[in-house]
């Protein structure tokens, strides 16, 4: 541990639950009725983050790929789940097609930072593995969830259009194009945004906790700029991929849309 490293204490935790506090009252101030949810919220946040900080310490201590495998597991079809609960459309297998998705995303750009970038040895090396792919998926099924929900709503609110053009003799592909261009740009947007004013308006959670750590910051610099652009790269394939699989299933190879298999919630 850097000796320059600032450690915290229950005080000092109690202090920063004041906060959360704080915004509990000013809702009941203002009649929000958000008390409750960010009661809630809080106390998932606390029990989530203890329990991962042990599992962790345990998957650090043993240093093995057959222990982190089962974490991965676990976090991509969370993650996988997550972004297809937050779309106010889904169709039959969506999170199994979400969690294809990251798992393309996540695997490919965690091993090439980790493995090619970083130069980490052995490429299972959970200080590293776990928080890069846990970055990945938190942005990417963010991306996901808006790409699947522009999607599925495109193809809802532009079946006859859709079906117009396939009548007339475009193929499944060319009557998709457009909304799956749509879909994708969409999923694309927070990444670009943050992309355009990272170290302008705000400085991103890992350059952040290097600098607090005591690391130059320079280095910091260098490491957040990898994972931007890991970031970014993820969420293209999870979105991409997301919006493929999605048109696979919602297309059969007679060229027709199945609006039915569309639900709402």
Known sequence: MDESTIQLGLFELLIATSLVGAAGLVSLALRLELERRLAWASLRTV???LLIGYVLKW??????????LPVIGVMIFVASRSAVERSSRRYRHATWDSFFA???CGLVTTFTVTHVVIGVSP?????????LLGMILGNGLTGISLCLDQLLEELSERQELIE??????????EAARDSIRSAVRRGMVP?????????LVS?????????LAGNPPMEAVKYQIVVMFMIAAATSLGCIGTALLAYRRLFNERHQLL????LKR
């Not at 990444?191 to 170290?199: F, K, P, Q, Y």
């Not at 400085?203 to 600098?211: E, H, K, S, V």
């Not at 609006?259 to 569309?262: N, R, V, W």
């Open 47 to 49: 029990v989530q983050l």
């Open 59 to 68: 998957v650090f201590g043993i240093d093995s790929p057959w222990a982190l």
């Open 102 to 104: 990251l798992v393309l």
């Open 123 to 131: 490429w299972y090396k959970a200080q590293y593995v776990i928080p």
């Open 164 to 173: 117009m053009h396939l009548a007339h003799g475009a193929t499944r592909w």
């Open 191 to 199: 990444i670009i945004n943050s992309m355009m004013v990272v170290g």
């Open 203 to 211: 400085l991103p959670g890992m350059m952040t906790g290097q600098i």
């Open 259 to 262: 609006t039915g298999a569309i």
